[in-house]
């Protein structure tokens, strides 16, 4: 039985190593496009929880469990899992060797001949599998307490610095992120996910992107009733593209539900949809290939003249967006579609027809029906600017959503909705749409009016610029210029098919109250392996050489001049070199 490994890295900027195909938070794959999964569904876990950072033991019991059950729960309980945790080395052993055991333990206690970390590294999840079925037969985790302080932080929360010491690292959001990659799952650009290549804080929270990706994994009961979305992405020229990065925008939820990056062939699947209108945006994996697992090495974004591509809408017809319908149990199959190259690594996005003249402003639904728009804004450094007006044909209610910050764009929007008669409209607001208790702020809004008499109504506009440090990862993902969508429904649109799987917030956060974890009665079973099989290497190979028993890998190292535009927490940023 032939085998590979995965070894997924996770610094400030996590670099998973992977084998062949990882597709946003989604299937780690074999180069024969199997995915890479657990066929057991509860498989068991072994930790060592001794570390230098001063953790008690029944702090790290807690914090461990706490990162599976929330797994357990995204998946919709379709994995389960098994815990054990102890010092005697028999069972409880600090390496990462195919010894029958899943282990997790910190880099202090392991032989320091044995495990090569970086300093920039604060986690590594190696993952044995079958690359023939993509069964995973083991996965170790190794959390680097060596150079770096783990602490029992607000969960999901990034800390604040003490003077004259460095910020502890948030061992939830380690945890949580590294076991995703256990459970089969690669990296994601989705702002929100907890598989987002960047630590970021509220990552200890499996988002929209994770839930769907878990899904893919690991199919539920409910697959039937989910959909599908699948293109080619090519270059101007025609050729297919590789390791393009594609988000789906649910209207219904104005939130980007999932991810994916475009294969050899440029082909992109996004399944596990639940029903509905998704609008797209393509765009360049801005980490860099170099970022991404030996597979994706010959991306290239730069095909237009040297410069790379710009974040392309599908479907745009002007300044509209036409979207596109998932429904249950379908695959949609979209044309080919090629990416723009109006602005180099910006958004595709001509100037605002938004009027300055309330009585000049374009009508968005000249239909009175539903809407996607997407525009340019404009912001000055301290003059205030006119808003901008947009006129609506409205009956009944209106629900809109406003995306800019977490598609990237460096604007804050500030709505008002005028009546007929110019009068302010009263409605209820939710900016931003998100405040996590770690300090992460999403500056998208959502808009909401309910009564309203038949007629042209006035939508006014202003825009204010966000700090670079909102923006996890900083300036690599942030637009240039400032762009947003306005996507909206009137008279009702009604509650999402999958409201109570993925809740309905913009991070499709759940409320996760546990009960205490006990691990069961007994010691865990180790699992045995045949004699028969070769021997397979735990060390990391450069080069996908899944032919030879391992997978690709990635190394890392730090970004020098950026770091100095980022906030504390995205110090530890790393990139491949």
Same mark, same amino acid.
């Given at each position: 039985m032939e085998r590979g490994f995965s070894v997924s890295l996770f610094a400030a900027l996590v670099l998973g190593l992977l084998p062949a195909w990882a597709w946003g938070a989604t299937p780690t794959m074999t180069r024969h496009g199997v995915p890479v999964r657990w066929q057991s569904r509860q498989p068991q876990f072994v930790a060592n929880p001794e570390n230098s950072s001063g953790l008690p033991s029944h702090e790290v019991f807690h914090s461990f469990t706490r990162a599976l059950q929330r797994w357990r729960k995204a998946s919709q309980e379709r994995l389960d899992f098994h815990y054990w945790q102890g010092t005697e080395h028999s069972v409880f052993a600090p390496e990462s060797r195919l010894n029958g055991y899943s282990t997790i333990y910190f880099a202090s206690q392991a032989d320091s001949s044995e495990v090569a970390l970086d300093s920039s590294i604060l986690g590594l999840t190696q993952v044995w599998f079958d690359s023939a079925t993509g069964e995973v037969l083991e996965a170790d985790i190794i959390l680097n307490d060596r150079d770096h302080q783990f602490g029992r932080v607000r969960e999901g929360a990034l800390p604040s610095r003490s003077e004259g010491s460095p910020a502890p690292i948030s061992l939830d959001n380690v945890i949580t992120h590294e076991l995703g990659h256990a459970f089969g799952l690669a990296h994601s650009a989705a702002m929100q996910s907890t598989m987002f290549f960047a630590e970021g804080p509220d990552q200890a929270y499996p988002g929209c992107d994770d839930q769907v990706g878990i899904a893919r994994v690991y199919p539920h009961d409910d697959s039937a009733e989910r959909g599908a979305i699948e293109f080619e992405v090519r270059s101007p020229s025609g050729l297919p593209m590789i390791g393009a990065q594609v988000h789906a925008i649910s209207r219904g939820r104005g939130v980007v539900f999932a991810g994916a990056l475009s294969d050899a062939r440029g082909r992109v699947s996004l399944s596990a949809l639940e029903p509905g209108v998704y609008d797209l945006l393509i765009e360049p994996y801005h980490a860099g290939a170099g970022s991404l697992p030996e597979y994706y090495r010959s991306a290239s974004y730069a095909v237009c003249a040297g410069k790379l591509f710009s974040r392309t809408w599908p479907g745009r017809i002007g300044n509209e967006l036409s979207g596109f319908r998932v429904e249950a149990g379908r695959t949609l199959t979209l044309e080919p579609q090629a990416v723009s190259c109006a602005k180099s690594a910006g958004a595709d996005i001509e100037a605002s027809v938004g009027s300055t003249d309330r009585g000049m402003a374009p009508i968005l639904n000249a239909d009175g029906q539903q809407f996607s728009? $997407?525009?340019?804004?404009?912001?000055?450094?301290?003059?205030?600017?006119?808003?901008?007006?947009?006129?609506?044909?409205?009956?009944?209610? $209106?629900? $809109?959503?406003?995306?800019?910050?977490?598609?990237?764009?460096?604007?804050?929007?500030?709505?008002? &909705?005028?009546?007929?008669?110019?009068?302010?409209?009263?409605?209820? &607001?939710?900016?931003?749409?998100?405040?996590?208790?770690?300090?992460?702020?999403?500056?998208?809004?959502? &808009?909401?009016?309910?009564?309203?008499?038949?007629?042209?109504?006035?939508?006014?506009?202003?825009?204010?610029?966000?700090?670079?440090?909102?923006?996890?990862?900083?300036?690599? $993902?942030?637009?240039?210029?400032?762009?947003?969508?306005?996507?909206?429904?009137?008279?009702?649109?009604?509650?999402?098919?999958?409201?109570?799987?993925?809740?309905?917030?913009?991070?499709?956060?759940?409320?996760?109250?546990?009960?205490?974890?006990?691990?069961?009665?007994?010691?865990p079973a180790r699992r045995l392996f045949s004699s028969s099989s070769p021997p397979v290497s735990s060390g990391c190979a450069p080069g996908d050489a899944e032919g030879s028993g391992m997978g690709g890998s990635s190394g890392l190292v730090l970004l020098g001049a950026v770091l100095r535009q980022l906030p504390a927490w995205l110090k530890r940023l790393t990139l491949r070199a």
């Open positions: 728009w $997407l525009d340019r804004a404009d912001v000055s450094g301290s003059a205030q600017l006119p808003p901008r007006y947009f006129r609506l044909q409205l009956r009944g209610s $209106l629900d $809109l959503k406003i995306i800019s910050f977490s598609a990237y764009s460096p604007i804050r929007v500030k709505p008002i &909705l005028r009546g007929p008669l110019g009068d302010v409209i009263r409605t209820q &607001l939710d900016a931003p749409v998100y405040r996590g208790e770690s300090g992460f702020v999403n500056h998208d809004l959502r &808009l909401r009016a309910q009564d309203l008499d038949p007629g042209e109504y006035a939508l006014e506009l202003r825009f204010d610029p966000v700090p670079i440090t909102d923006y996890p990862a900083g300036a690599i $993902l942030r637009d240039r210029a400032p762009f947003f969508v306005l996507i909206g429904s009137v008279g009702g649109g009604g509650e999402s098919p999958l409201a109570a799987v993925h809740p309905m917030n913009s991070r499709c956060r759940r409320n996760d109250v546990f009960p205490e974890y006990k691990s069961p009665p007994g010691p």
